[in-house]
């Protein structure tokens, strides 16, 4: 779940794509990158680090332009090595540059065909930079000088009919525009919007809607499944669907953590499908446990606050913020590695005893997945004096691998894989565990748009919406990107492209 984002502007657009990054950070901590387009000339800046890190001001003033592209990155693919930041590039058709999030699921066969039939040469191991490729091959075979809107909703189509996978992506045509286009199950998300200037109409395609607003940009709809928007330089907008048999099926763990709250994901107020995570999450606790005792709710943040508060309300029980978090750490879940995710745990939370001692505490994440966060926690809380640790989770215990855009390859590290609740419970060190039920996630967020009625839920169930992915696969990319072959891959950080400013 990276961050991408597109600005077609009337002014230099180069302040608007980092604020943009900014408000995406939570989508990828890894690296940033910002390609500009300014007469037909392309300026390029991207490396390992946050927004923060990656543009200084010397950087900041040679990406002129009134077109660009952005992206934070959260590797689910190659390395995390700095040639695989991204916007990528490649110089033929047009010199196009793309940003993506979400992962390809036949990217092998793909490459082969690259290589074999295309001609063409990829110099990572990068899903995206696959992407971009097949998008470049496509494109090119219009034959265009002048590519117009057809020539480019053809070639989106022509990626739908060769790549299998979720894949949100931006791409920016050199002299012409900006595209952004969505799987044709939608599992990443896509939005876009315009804002009016003196100088005219401004458009932004971003991951998430709370970028448009942070800019002040009106939200005018997602992309649907299979869907592309097309800006061209003069500002022109264009929408095609270009996918044969376009079905909904978003990923439901935006709505659990990936995504920000104040984002509007397929017309649903991630806050508010929180919120209702946290009733459904009540009326099992009262169902499983009328007498259950609870002094105190205690979220673990940042993520679980809202749904832990409406399930206090829920409750009757008191809302207590037991642990403060130190906001210069990042989100730990999404570092690579499991050591650094083990540290940063202890570094980012810490208890206020008070809360904990003598008490029946209820602890609430939205998610568990390695375990690496609870077992570190209910310690924290026994060590503050807790009589008892409960432990709840917004989410339904997470048992598969993702192969869509979230870094869990391997089933193996997912604590609950294999485990019934209790064995987990006693893994964690909780007194008791309790699970959201699926069908009570799925209402929690279709209940803000009963147009959803298909999500990817694979990482609780199993289940992969583009239907080609099985064992055999899920196989490989363990052994590819377990926790143990991962800190051995990383690669030298040559970029053989673009001049990185
Ligand atoms: O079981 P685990 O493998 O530990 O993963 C789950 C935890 O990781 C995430 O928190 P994170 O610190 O990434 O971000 P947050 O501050 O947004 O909650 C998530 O909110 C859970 O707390
Ligand atoms: N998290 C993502 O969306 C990652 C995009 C791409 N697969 C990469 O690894 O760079
Ligand atoms: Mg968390």
Avoid at 78 to 103: D, K, M, R, W
Avoid at 258 to 274: G, T
Wanted: net charge negative.
């Amino acid at each position: 779940m990276c961050g991408i984002v597109g600005i077609v502007g009337k002014s230099n657009v180069n302040q608007s794509l980092y604020d943009a990054l900014t408000v995406l950070q939570h989508r990828g901590q890894d690296a940033a990158g910002i390609v500009t387009c300014d007469r037909g000339r392309l300026h390029l800046r991207k490396d390992n680090g946050l927004v923060r890190d990656v543009f200084h001001q010397r950087h900041m003033q040679r990406l002129v332009g009134t077109m660009g592209i952005g992206h934070v990155r959260y590797p689910t693919a190659g390395s995390s090595s700095s040639a695989e930041a991204q916007p990528f590039y490649v110089n033929s058709p047009y010199g196009i540059t793309l940003a993506h999030n979400g992962n390809l699921t036949n990217v092998e066969q793909l490459s082969r065909e690259i290589y074999e039939s295309d001609l063409r040469h990829v110099n990572t191991n990068s899903d995206s930079e696959v992407l971009l490729n097949v998008f470049a091959h496509e494109l090119a075979r219009g034959g265009k000088l002048q590519p117009g809107k057809e020539d480019i909703f053809n070639a989106v189509r022509a990626v739908h009919a060769r790549c299998t996978g979720g894949y949100a992506a931006i791409a920016m045509v050199t002299g012409y525009g900006v595209v952004g286009f969505r799987d044709p199950h939608a599992i990443r998300p896509i939005v876009f919007g315009k804002r009016e200037t003196e100088n005219g109409t401004e458009y932004m395609i971003a991951s998430e809607s709370v970028s448009l607003d942070v800019l002040g940009f009106d939200l005018i709809r997602d992309l649907e499944p299979g869907e592309a928007v097309y800006i061209t330089d003069k500002g022109e907008l264009h929408t095609a669907q270009c996918a044969e048999n376009p079905s909904y099926s978003p990923c439901i763990f935006e709505h659990v953590y990936l995504a920000r709250p104040d984002s509007m994901i397929d017309n649903v107020l991630v806050y508010k499908a929180r919120l209702r995570m946290g009733e459904k999450l009540a009326e099992k606790i009262l169902r499983e446990k009328p007498d259950h005792g609870i002094d105190v709710v205690i979220p673990i943040p940042d993520t679980s606050r809202t749904s832990a508060v409406e399930l206090a309300n829920h409750l009757g029980v008191k809302f207590r913020e037991g642990f403060v978090k130190n906001r210069y750490i990042g989100r730990t879940f999404i570092m690579p590695g499991q050591a650094a995710r083990k540290k940063s745990v202890r570094q980012k939370l810490n208890a206020i005893e008070l809360e904990f001692r003598g008490k029946n505490v209820l602890l609430v994440d939205d998610s568990i997945v390695r375990g690496t966060t609870c077992k570190q926690i209910i310690q924290m809380a026994r060590e503050a004096g807790a009589a008892k640790v409960y432990f709840c989770s917004a989410a339904p215990a997470v048992r598969f691998p993702n192969v869509y855009g979230i870094d869990m390859p391997s089933a193996h590290e997912l604590i609950a894989h294999g485990r019934t609740t209790d064995e987990v419970a006693e893994l964690i060190g909780a007194d008791w565990l309790i699970y959201q039920d699926l069908p009570d996630l799925i209402d929690a967020v279709s209940e803000g748009n009963p147009k959803l009625t298909r999500f990817d839920c694979s990482v609780f169930d199993g289940d992969y919406v583009t239907g080609d992915v099985n064992e055999a696969y899920l196989g490989k990319i363990e052994q590819a990107r377990n926790d143990a072959a991962m800190s051995t891959s990383e690669m030298g950080s040559a970029v053989i492209e673009l001049h990185n400013n």
